[in-house]
């Protein structure tokens, strides 16, 4: 008899073999029969839960590919400044958060957008909601800060200091003094300055955000570590039960021997999966690695920042220890020598993964499927790098149009899986759907509502090794499933995002949302 029984469903299974049902029986914690309402009934005993659904859509388990939780954790933590719709409003969310705030702790916030301002942030603008504190408040893309004076002199940047490469100062033009907006790399001047938050402060973070993540409908993360004291964070909530999701920890390859700590009884659980090694920079920056210079910068064709024999060397490391060599490419130059190295890598039952994989051409795309590679993506990028970045004015059209070309890569038969990048972007596994079925730039790129989000089902856990007890819905798979108030498939394309959450089942146990 089942334990918890799912009826009156509309149950999209992700297996191709069965790909719709009405019901689905949970026993301990597996599947044990996915069918009809009538199938379902037989399995249903005095002391089985029944939930009837009335016809609301589950889907499998929802999991995200690349996100930072800890750092989610610290911008809950932050100012949020997205209702701000002037700068007397802002100046009043900031009055409000400086009362609450110690003299002399720096205040962060992020969210704002000079549209709904009318302008942009001005240092005397932040000096006068907040004289007692440091000021950093991120733009809602998260490549533009506004700052205070307070900051500014802690951060050391005075009128002569020179922005980094890939970044921007901005100034009076008159007067020559700094307005307080630092871009992109410029950024980085300013947030060194900031502290690291305490253990407990980052813990207390984590937490929060585990709450935020697992409302999202996601049952697995594959948890991008930045610093050595998250793998203690992420011990420390495994032990006490604080993890309300699965597990799967990607570190930089500095941290790899520290990570060899993670090892639990149920590695379905927690498990150290994977170790990034960065090959390039980003495409915002003018620092991802090109074939041929950026359009508008012609003496520039980005950076590697390994070598072809450094890079084979990283990844002979992160083989010998069993895990998964996840390689950030951006340029074609970068995917370029990834594929090289992994062509010569001999055959492992490990599975290569390339991070953003963003440019690319027709020779790399069929390189990518002959070494059946995966390509992670995070969707809510592909946007952001087009209408922000202006992707076409720096890459030319015609390079333009191989910018993450996803359904280009779907049809040659190349796996590709969906994360946020959050808190870079925003957390919703929906949006990401959303943003690669209606795309704008280069239309015939898009994905069907299905194609899109089996890269936040079965895909996903196929990139992780664990296709075969996750990812669909099905018999003596592990019971993680979604419930959601629409059905992704058959809503309108533009309202997938709104989707909610009603609830999730994770190893057969129902959390109310």
């Known amino acids: ?84 719709k002037s700068i007397t409003e802002l100046q009043r969310l900031l009055k409000e958060k400086a009362a609450q705030t110690q003299a002399g702790k720096w205040i962060v916030g992020r969210g704002w957008n000079q549209s709904c301002l009318k302008r942009m942030p001005k240092t005397t603008d932040l000096d006068a909601a907040t004289p007692d504190n440091p000021v950093i408040l991120y733009h809602e893309t998260a490549m533009i800060c506004a700052v205070n004076t307070q900051a500014q002199k802690l951060a050391g940047v005075t009128e002569k200091t020179v922005a980094p490469t890939g970044g921007t100062i901005d100034k009076n033009p008159v007067t020559g003094e700094l307005t307080g907006i630092f871009r992109d790399s410029a950024a980085s001047l300013i947030w060194q300055a900031v502290p690291e938050p305490t253990v407990d402060e980052l813990l207390e973070a984590s937490v929060l955000a585990c709450q935020k993540i697992s409302a999202a409908g996601l049952t697995s993360v594959h948890w991008l570590v930045l610093s050595e004291v998250e793998i203690g964070i992420i011990q420390k909530l495994h032990t006490f039960g604080r993890l309300p999701f699965r597990v799967n920890v990607v570190v930089p390859e500095a941290l790899m021997e520290k990570a060899a700590c993670l090892k639990t009884n149920d590695p ?57 060599p996840i390689i950030l ?72 149009s191989w ?87 058959s809503v309108e394309p533009g309202k997938i995002k709104d989707i909610k959450v009603e609830l999730v089942i994770i190893n057969g146990k129902i959390l109310i949302v």
Request: include cysteine; aromatic fraction near 4%; hydrophobic fraction near 45%.
């Open 1 to 84: 008899m089942a334990d918890t029984a799912l009826i009156n469903a509309n149950i999209i299974t992700m297996n191709p073999d069965y790909p719709t049902a009405q019901a689905v029986a949970i026993s301990k914690n597996r599947i044990l029969k996915v069918g009809t309402n009538r199938q379902i009934n037989r399995l249903i005993g005095d002391d089985t839960k029944v939930l009837n659904l009335d016809g609301k859509t589950v889907v499998p388990g929802l999991i995200d590919t690349h996100i930072h939780v800890a750092d989610y954790g610290r911008c809950l933590m932050w100012l949020d400044l997205t209702t701000a």
């Open 403 to 489: 910018l993450h070309p996803l359904k280009t890569l779907l049809d040659a038969g190349v796996t590709v899986v969906g994360g946020s990048d959050c808190p870079m972007e925003p957390l919703s596994p929906f949006l990401g759907v959303q943003e690669a079925v209606v795309r704008e730039a280069f239309p015939e790129q898009r994905l069907s509502a299905m194609e899109a989000l089996c890269m936040y089902t079965l895909d996903a856990a196929y990139s992780s090794g664990e296709e075969d007890v996750k990812g669909s819905i099905e018999e003596g798979k592990i019971a993680d499933l979604t419930v959601l108030n629409a059905d992704p498939v």
């Open 329 to 400: 490419a951006m340029g074609d130059r970068a995917v370029d020598t990834a594929l090289k190295v992994i062509e010569k890598t001999p055959p492992c039952n490990v599975r290569f993964r390339i991070e953003q994989a963003a440019v690319l051409n027709k020779d790399l795309v069929k390189r990518l499927k002959t070494q059946k590679v995966i390509v992670s993506i995070q969707p809510k990028v592909i946007s952001t790098e087009f209408s922000v970045w202006s992707a076409v004015q720096r890459l030319g059209l015609e390079r333009a």
């Open 268 to 324: 379905s659980v927690l498990r150290f999966g994977g170790v990034t090694i960065d090959v390039d920079g980003y495409l915002d920056s003018k620092e991802a690695a090109l074939q041929e210079p950026y359009s508008e910068d012609h003496g520039n064709r980005g950076k590697l920042l390994l070598t072809e024999e450094a890079l084979a060397v990283s990844v002979a490391k992160v083989l010998a220890v069993g895990v998964q």
